[in-house]
């Protein structure tokens, strides 16, 4: 059997429809370093992808290596991937929004040899880089012939389905984010299962157009990718959500389909109407998660074309994807559709006793048949014990409380693991806690969520104040301006309420059902400090 890998699946695809579009980069998405838009053909893409490979050879990078890749959503993300990947070096994303704190512990914690990084973000990686001991290499994407070689000890071995292929980090129940491991057979797997999903997400072999602006350093948008290698399409790829242009690129595009974010349909809707809102003679479908149910009907009558939810983690990736790609994907509801694939599942109460039929619970999921973890993460980096947590029991737990009709359609109800999910990022409550607390004017907080129309859920924040510490805006701005520091913006807190004391258990830990309770209510009383405005000017 042919060696199954990210690089021979775009190999066999560039051999088969050389002349197709493989990468097109939208005009509006190219305003900071150009204003026309950029292509790849298959055959193109390979040969540079193929002169990258070499030069990481010759450099002396191999099998079992790491590279992180501050490069956000631009070209040279594909091609230095799949020249990794060919290679079977694995890659790290990096987000170039995080501070240099949050960028050194990716780059420490990974064990990265060398930073792949944009001109514009050099200085950048360089102060990130200052705050490591162990010396890492920097390269930048423009300066490929000057790659600095290899100084770390290359591991080796045959390169192939269980190869690493890149980490992910995610945010987690602890303060530091966790990396998984994700190997060839995770993407090639995620790549065959948009293949076989049929319905409403239908792909037309050589035909398809698939746009994102999704950030590369998610699992979704190399959803996006892996789907079109398998399928002879292209990716339109975005470098990041433009709602006043959005539209205009779909049609200059010539987009067929599309991935989104719940806070992108709710955005659209609220623009004035045209008289060209209809698109459905040219998008099929768009593919995402988090659209207000609200939205959903209202969206699809005005633009055309259907939203397919979906549920998935990285932790799991599509193979046991819940997805609404068929009828009846009860609309008005938080209903996120049906598993495409068998699954095993069970929905289990705090104390891990499985609940009755129709009553919400924990999702424990693994694949049916003889490998469970079939398509799955191979595991979190550098920490067993949280791997093993995870898959205790032999399903993995998922940390999201569902429910299942009596048609066997699955239902969104809640998250039993304290994150935040805003615009499509995952926020570790814990994380900013320990932000806060970092303050000398706070004595004590509790971070959680709560429902935004437009980004699907915001940071909020319950403090106490040490003694003498006035409560008011004026704290609440110094606080949003000492967490800038800390923090990458999205993870700063939205919303204050300043109490003189937190709900905690009797075994003084915080009651965070109590506290988002609590929150939800006064936010919507208009009773909460609202800083909104103040983060999105900083």
């Known amino acids: 059997m042919p060696t199954m890998t990210v690089f021979t699946e775009f190999q066999k695809t560039a051999e088969k429809v050389p002349a197709n579009p493989f990468l097109h980069i939208p005009r509006q998405a190219r305003e900071d370093d150009a204003h026309t838009a950029l292509d790849y053909s298959y055959a193109q893409a390979l040969d540079a992808i193929n002169v990258l490979s070499q030069q990481y050879h010759t450099a002396g990078y191999g099998p079992g290596q790491r590279i992180a890749m501050v490069v956000d959503n631009r070209a040279e993300f594909f091609l230095h991937l799949h020249a990794l990947n060919k290679l079977g070096v694995s890659i790290v994303p990096v987000n170039s929004g995080f501070l240099t704190e949050e960028m050194a512990y990716v780059i420490r914690h990974s064990d990265s040899c060398l930073v792949l990084s944009l001109p514009v973000h050099v200085e950048k990686v360089k102060q990130a880089l200052a705050r490591i001991e162990t010396p890492v290499q920097i390269a930048e994407t423009d300066s490929m012939e000057t790659l600095p070689p290899s100084a770390a000890q290359v591991p080796g071995g045959e390169v192939g389905a269980e190869t690493e292929a890149a980490v992910l980090y995610t945010s987690g129940t602890t303060a530091a984010p966790k990396g998984c491991m994700l190997n060839n057979d995770y993407f090639v797997s995620m790549g065959r299962w948009y293949v076989s999903i049929q319905g409403y997400c239908r792909l037309e072999y050589g035909q398809e157009r698939m746009l994102t602006p999704l950030p590369l350093v998610h699992m979704n948008a190399l959803c996006t990718m892996m789907a079109m290698i398998m399928t002879g399409g292209c990716i339109i790829q975005l470098d990041r959500f433009h709602a006043s242009t959005w539209w205009e690129t779909v049609r200059e595009s010539r987009a067929s389909c599309l991935h989104y974010l719940g806070v992108i349909p709710a955005i659209l809707l609220n623009l004035p109407e045209q008289t060209n809102d209809y698109i459905g003679d040219l998008l099929k479908f768009g593919f995402g998660a988090g659209v207000d149910p609200e939205h959903l009907q209202r969206f699809e009558n005005r633009f055309g074309f259907k939203l397919v939810e979906a549920w998935a983690m990285t932790e799991t990736g599509t193979h046991v ?43 424990l999921i693994r694949a049916a048949g003889e490998n469970p973890h079939k398509g799955f993460f191979s595991g979190y980096y550098k920490n067993a014990e949280e791997t093993a947590r995870v898959w205790d029991g032999g399903y993995f737990h998922t940390g999201d409380v569902l429910r299942v009709g009596e048609d066997g359609s699955f239902y969104f109800v809640d998250r039993r693991k304290n994150i935040i999910r805003r615009s499509g990022e995952n926020i570790a409550a814990v994380e900013v806690e320990n932000v806060l607390l970092q303050m000398p004017l706070v004595a004590h907080c509790a971070v959680t969520s709560v429902d935004d129309e437009i980004r699907g859920e915001e940071v909020a924040a319950c403090i106490i104040l040490r003694d003498g510490v006035t409560a008011g805006e004026t704290t609440a701005a110094g606080i949003v301006d000492f967490c800038n520091t800390k923090l990458a913006r999205y993870k700063v807190p939205a919303y204050f309420m300043f109490r003189s004391e937190i709900p905690l258990t009797a075994s003084k830990k ?19 400090i609202d800083m909104r405005e103040l983060k999105r000017k900083t």
Request: glycine residues 12%; hydrophobic residues 30%; proline residues 6%.
């Open 321 to 363: 994807c819940i997805t609404t790609h068929e009828e009846s994907r009860h609309i008005g509801t938080p209903c996120i559709g049906k598993p495409f694939n068998p699954i095993e599942y069970r929905l289990v109460d705090e104390e891990g006793n499985d609940v009755q039929a129709g009553e919400p619970g924990e999702l």
């Open 510 to 528: 915080i009651q965070r059902g109590a506290i988002k309770e609590l929150l939800a209510e006064l936010v919507k009383q208009g009773k909460c």
